[in-house]
């Protein structure tokens, strides 16, 4: 199985910070890999997927790069929504895996 | 616009089957070619249980250990997953997930709120 790692597991921002978020496959993915946004009770949202490619109704501050074995997720100028937990997960191959999620949280 | 809405008990004894179904609502099931199920435990994290096509075929997260068996309905525009013998590391919030075929394997665009299923004597 493909190991997702994102760093750090939490974060501490303030509105209009940037943020970057790591994620790293414990071996190539391609550009195989997405991005979820998840609140507590409610189900994840894609934001990026191909690395990065902004999924239709996403706002254009949140961007993703990256290709192989490292991408980042980065959020221009936080706003009060996004304080919530983000996901990467890769689709190169099966089983299809996650990242263990990164916390970002109001400072 | 499409929705999914898990359903089953909330509640499974250690060694029994955890059922569920996922009702498809607002367009036909068959407008997807895969549909997945996704769960999401503290100790586990986000996992991937699988996927299973219109006509049956289904893929697997070797994880599972072949506890697990996909079905789908086609008439009834729902697709069902059966967990068997489970313990307390099956506890977790089960998805229902329309996946985006993008290459070979997929990433998701459609979820279901999830349905939480503690497994408990």
């Known amino acids: 199985d493909i190991q997702m790692t994102q760093s750090p597991s939490t974060l501490s921002a303030s509105v209009g910070d940037r943020v970057i978020i790591t994620c790293r496959a414990s071996?190539?993915?391609?550009?195989?890999l997405a991005w979820y946004q998840k609140k507590p009770g409610r189900a994840p949202q894609v934001l990026i997927y191909r690395a990065s490619n902004l999924q239709g109704g996403v706002p254009s501050r949140f961007s993703g790069s990256g290709s192989g074995t490292e991408f980042t997720l980065t959020i221009n100028s936080l706003q009060p929504d996004d304080f919530a937990i983000y996901y990467c997960q890769q689709y190169k191959s099966s089983p299809l895996t996650f990242g263990g999620g990164t916390k970002v949280e109001i400072k | 616009q499409m929705h999914l809405q898990e359903s089953g008990p909330g509640l499974v004894q250690p060694s029994e089957t955890l059922s569920l179904t996922c009702v498809v609502s607002g367009d036909s099931i068959a407008r997807s070619e895969w549909w997945t199920w996704v769960r999401q435990s503290p100790g586990r994290g986000l996992e991937w249980l699988g996927e299973?096509?219109?006509?049956?075929?289904?893929n697997y997260n070797p994880s599972l250990n072949d506890r697990v068996t996909f079905y789908i309905e086609r008439t009834k525009n729902q697709f069902s997953l059966r967990l068997n013998s489970v313990t307390a590391a099956d506890t977790a919030v089960y998805y229902c997930?329309?996946?985006?075929?993008?290459?070979?394997?997929?990433?998701?665009?459609?979820w279901g709120p999830g349905r939480l299923v503690t497994v408990s004597p």
């Open positions: 071996q190539s993915v391609a550009s195989w």
């Open positions: 299973i096509t219109q006509n049956g075929r289904a």
């Open positions: 997930v329309r996946p985006v075929v993008d290459g070979v394997w997929s990433w998701f665009d459609l």
